[in-house]
Structure formats: structure tokens, C-alpha cells
């Protein structure tokens, strides 16, 4: 059982747009910035956004991010058969002591 | 450009010990945590834990028990010991680097190396 929540799964056609929330508690993205990373089949996880709302260098502005309260949430516009793979959002936990992620949104481009 | 590699057995045995090293490459291990994440097999990511080039370490609290951590900023790399392995620790684990302050994320990582327990 993860920290954060997040919906298993996630779909679009190409083109369309899509949003994974995460949602947590007041110890962790009430408080903490919360990141979002891309997972692909077969290659490492790739960060997507940090600080809430900052993408790095080379992340297309197709991806983008907000935060409310205890809820935070990632928003891919213009669906790419690319964009097909896992998305995790993550922050750090005051109570735990420790970064936590969520459990992971299954992303499919129809 | 910063590069980070994993390196270690990919089968061990149940109740063994796990080493695994990740090599930093392109830059300095300051001043960021250099942390390890894993992902068991049809699960999720989950961070298993960080070290300062300080030496100051953050555990997961699950694993905290069975965990040693450690770094070495002349050899560039850092490492990570898991005792008390079970089949339950099989799965891909990835060396990271976490940025403090205003990015407070995984910048980087690792391509990640398979580790299967067995028995």
C-alpha cells in the first residue's frame, strides 16, 4: 500500500488529454514539492516535473503539473503513442522521515 | 555530463547479504543525497534509501533494520547492503541522485541492474 494514491491506470487517444492525480496527507505533498517522473518499458524512470511545476530541460511544455492542498496532479496534453509507459508522483514525508512515491498510474495511448 | 551505473550480483540467496555499488561519473558527489530505489517484480517504485557525502543516511522505515549504506567521494561511488535477503527483495533496484533545495528530486539515475533472490 503506497503513501500516495494514485489511479492504477490512464488512457487517451492520441491528441487527447490526460490527468493522473496523487493524492496524500498534510506530512507529505501538504508540505513537501511533489515530483513526477516518467517511466518507460525498458529504460530507467525519467524526471518529469519538480517543484510542483517545473519541467527539466528537454521535457516538453505537453507536460505539466499543479498542486492543491493534499493533492497534487500531472496533465499530458496532445497524447503521444510515446507517452505509453508508467507515471509516478513522489515528495518527501515529514512523519516517515523519508521520500515516498505513489504507487504508479499505467498510462495507455489508444 | 553526470552519468550513474549499478553494479553488482544478480542472483543472491535467500537470508544473504546484498552489495550492490553505483559508480558517479562527469561530476562530484557534492552536494547532493545519492539514493537507492527499487522496484519489485509487478510493483511499483519504492525509495529504499539516501546518503550525504556527509555520511548522514535516511532509511525507509521497512527496511531500516536490514539496510547499510555508505560512500566514498575519492572512488565516486556509494553502495548499498541489504542482509536478511528474501524473495521478496527480488526485483530491479536503481542508484539515483537527489537534488536538494529548489529541484528536491531524482535528477538522475541509473539504468538499474535485476536482482533475483533465490533460494
Known amino acids: 500500500q503506497s503513501v500516495l494514491t494514485q489511479p492504477p491506470s490512464a488512457s487517451g487517444t492520441p491528441g487527447q488529454s490526460v490527468t493522473i492525480s496523487c493524492s496524500g496527507s498534510?506530512?507529505?505533498?501538504?508540505?513537501?514539492?511533489v515530483s513526477w517522473y516518467q517511466h518507460l518499458p525498458g529504460t530507467a524512470p525519467k524526471l518529469l516535473i519538480y517543484w510542483q511545476n517545473q519541467r527539466p530541460s528537454g521535457v516538453p511544455d505537453r507536460f505539466s503539473a499543479s498542486k492543491s492542498g493534499t493533492s497534487a496532479s500531472l496533465a499530458i496534453s496532445g497524447l503521444q503513442s510515446e507517452d505509453e509507459g508508467d507515471y509516478y508522483c513522489?515528495?518527501?514525508?515529514?512523519?516517515?522521515?523519508?521520500?515516498?512515491f505513489g504507487g504508479g498510474t499505467k498510462l495507455t495511448v489508444l | 555530463q553526470v552519468q550513474l551505473q549499478e553494479s553488482g550480483p544478480g542472483l543472491v540467496k535467500i537470508s544473504e547479504t546484498l552489495s550492490l555499488i553505483c559508480t558517479v561519473s562527469g561530476g562530484s558527489m557534492s552536494p547532493y543525497y545519492w539514493t537507492w530505489i527499487r522496484q519489485p517484480a509487478g510493483k511499483g517504485l519504492e525509495w529504499v534509501g539516501r546518503?550525504?557525502?556527509?555520511?548522514?543516511?535516511d532509511y525507509n522505515p521497512s527496511l531500516k533494520s536490514r539496510i547499510s549504506m555508505s560512500l566514498d567521494s575519492v572512488k565516486n561511488h556509494f553502495s548499498l547492503q541489504l542482509k536478511s535477503l528474501t524473495a521478496a527483495d527480488t526485483g530491479v533496484y536503481y542508484c539515483a541522485r537527489d537534488v536538494p533545495g529548489a529541484i528536491d528530486a531524482f535528477d538522475l539515475w541509473g539504468q538499474g541492474t535485476m536482482v533475483t533472490v533465490s533460494p
Open positions: 498534510s506530512s507529505n505533498v501538504g508540505s513537501s514539492s
Open positions: 546518503i550525504y557525502p556527509t555520511g548522514n543516511t
Open positions: 513522489s515528495t518527501w514525508d515529514d512523519s516517515l522521515r523519508g521520500r515516498v
